[in-house]
């Protein structure tokens, strides 16, 4: 069993819709949680980062995080085609160590 | 801010040949740099640890004669892809980890292409 599980896709959505990308995680000793989004041929780009259980909002971006289920959730609120690209969660432990990452979860925004 | 960059962007080479690539943080200094590669339709794969003036963390499995890195100061950390060979072919994606006050987390590079010939 991995580590993070996370769905690969692809996900289709229409333009304006709400999208939920999420991810299960198996070692209850990580604690810090980031979605970082990368588009094709490109390195990621952070999106959000928490460290505590609830959620995190940043613009049209939330991040929850529920540390009892061991699970996480970036929400896209009024998706855009420019959102269209490979969302990754990665978490690790402590402050210094490495990042876990999920296989990532293609979203594809149609107009 | 928290501004990576990558030299080059792509590069083909020869087999045989050794190809260097830099990861640069531009607007902040980093202790830590991680390289990792990846391969079409799969994520990151982490190479090694990189640490400023120490010997670097390789993972398991990566060969540290064959990937050498280099970490001379806060700024700039070096992968040499040493004797490259066509199954050394990947895109090769470097961070950098922020030190102090805030929040610290992992600023990626744009990448580098390799293609190997």
């Known amino acids: 069993q991995k580590e993070v599980e996370q769905d690969p896709g692809p996900l289709s959505v229409p333009e304006g819709a709400i999208v939920s990308l999420n991810c299960t995680y198996s070692n209850s000793a990580f604690q810090y949680f980031m979605w970082y989004r990368q588009y094709s041929r490109k390195g990621p780009e952070l999106l959000m980062y928490?460290?505590?259980?609830g959620n995190k909002e940043d613009g049209r971006f939330t991040a929850q995080v529920d540390k009892s289920s061991k699970y996480i959730s970036l929400f896209i609120r009024d998706s855009q085609p420019s959102d269209s690209a490979t969302y990754l969660c990665a978490m690790r432990i402590g402050t210094a160590s490495k990042l876990t990452f999920g296989t990532g979860t293609r979203l594809q925004v149609t107009l | 801010g928290a501004v990576v960059s990558q030299h080059p962007s792509w590069v083909i080479c020869k087999s045989g040949t050794s190809v260097k690539i830099e990861c640069r943080s531009l607007?902040?200094?980093?202790?830590?740099m991680f390289w990792y590669r990846q391969f079409p339709k799969q994520s990151l794969m982490l190479m090694a640890t990189?640490?400023?003036?120490?010997?670097?963390?390789?993972e398991q499995g990566v060969e540290k004669d064959k990937f050498l890195i280099n970490h001379a100061s806060l700024t700039l950390s070096t992968l040499t892809v040493t004797s490259a060979h066509p199954e050394d072919s990947s895109f090769y994606i470097c961070?950098?980890?922020?030190?102090?006050?805030?929040?610290?987390?992992?600023?990626f590079g744009p990448g580098t292409r390799l293609l190997v010939l």
């Open positions: 928490t460290y505590s259980s």
């Open positions: 990189s640490n400023e003036g120490s010997k670097a963390t390789y």
């Open positions: 607007d902040f200094q980093a202790t830590t």
């Open positions: 961070s950098a980890q922020t030190d102090g006050a805030y929040q610290e987390t992992q600023y």
